[in-house]
């Protein structure tokens, strides 16, 4: 079992930056490819980013690349979503999910945190 927390959320205004962070908690981290996936109201959740198991690749939605970058740091079992340059479109409910997986882009995730809100004022 992997427990996730995302931390980091809150209000900020259209150009600023937010780091997310993703805690996770139980078994070995290291094992596991990390995605951030984000729901704004009344969407369905998307992909953002995700980073492999050892953190050699990422992979980045078209609408984030060149402003978020994904990062991990597994000493302190921890993940990360820089975003730059943050737009209105920005603001969602982002969430962290895990797999246990050599894929950098895994098809499912077992583990899933319960979010952390973004807001992004124009």
């Known amino acids: 079992q992997v427990h996730l927390v995302e931390s980091g959320g809150g209000l900020v205004q259209a150009g600023g930056s937010l780091r997310l962070s993703c805690a996770a908690s139980?078994?070995?981290?290291?094992?596991?490819?990390v995605g951030w996936f984000r729901q704004a109201p009344g969407k369905e959740r998307i992909f953002v980013a995700s980073?492999?198991?050892?953190?050699?690749?990422?992979y980045y939605t078209d609408s984030v690349k060149g402003r978020f970058t994904i990062s991990r740091d597994d000493a302190k079992n921890t993940v990360y979503l820089q975003m730059n340059s943050l737009e209105p479109e920005d603001t969602a409910v982002y969430y962290c999910?895990?797999?246990?997986?050599?894929?950098?882009?895994?098809?499912?995730?077992?583990?899933w945190g319960q979010g952390t809100q973004v807001t992004v004022s124009s």
């Open positions: 980073i492999s198991w050892n953190g050699g690749s990422t």
């Open positions: 999910a895990a797999q246990a997986s050599r894929a950098t882009k895994p098809n499912f995730y077992d583990y």
């Open positions: 139980g078994r070995t981290f290291g094992d596991y490819a």
